[in-house]
C-alpha cells in the first residue's frame, strides 16, 4: 500500500514503516508522482491523505469522501466541441461526502459558494490521485481533514497543520495503514 501525501507537514505523523510518497502542492505535481511511483511498484491500494477546506458550514473533522470532482477544467464545454474528459471519479467505500479538487487555493467566499453546491470539501491533489489510480486500475482510499473553512481562515493553514496531521497518522495508525 502506497500512502500519498502533498506536503511533508500534512504527513508528519504517518506511521513508522509506511511506504509514503510526498508529492508537492497541486494536480500535476500530484499527478505526476504518483504515476511514476506506481510505475515502479505493485501496489494493492493507494490512501491519498491530507486536508481540505470545509465547502459548507458546520463541517469539521476527518472525512473518507465517496466522490471527487475536478472543479476547475471546463469539461463540459470540451465535450460538447467533441474532447470527452471525465472529471469526476467515484471512490470506494467513503462516507458519502464529495471533495473538489483544482489547482486554486480557495479563499473567495463567492468561489466558496459555487464549490458548495456540488461538494462537501475543496483540496488541490484528490482528483489527480485519483485519475492516475482509475487509469492504472489502484483502489484508493481519500482521506482528508479540514483545516479551514475555505476562507480567510485558510491562511492559518500553517498553524493548524500539526493537528490536522495526529489526526491523519491516527486515522491510519488505527486502521493498520488503511487496510480496509
Known sequence: MLVVSAT???AAHVPPGA???VTGIGKVRAASAVARR???GDYRRVINIGTAGALRDGRTGLFTPS???EHD???AELTAMGYHLVDEWDVAGGDGSVLATGDMFVTDPLHRERLG???DLVDMEGAAVAQVCGQSGV???LVKVVSDNADDSAFDWPSVIDRAARELGDWLD???FGEV
Open 8 to 10: 511533508g507537514a500534512e
Open 19 to 21: 511506504d509514503l510518497l
Open 38 to 40: 506506481l510505475a515502479l
Open 67 to 69: 466522490r471527487v470532482v
Open 73 to 75: 477544467i471546463s469539461a
Open 117 to 119: 453546491r456540488r461538494a
Open 139 to 141: 483502489p484508493l482510499r
Open 174 to 176: 488505527g486502521t493498520r
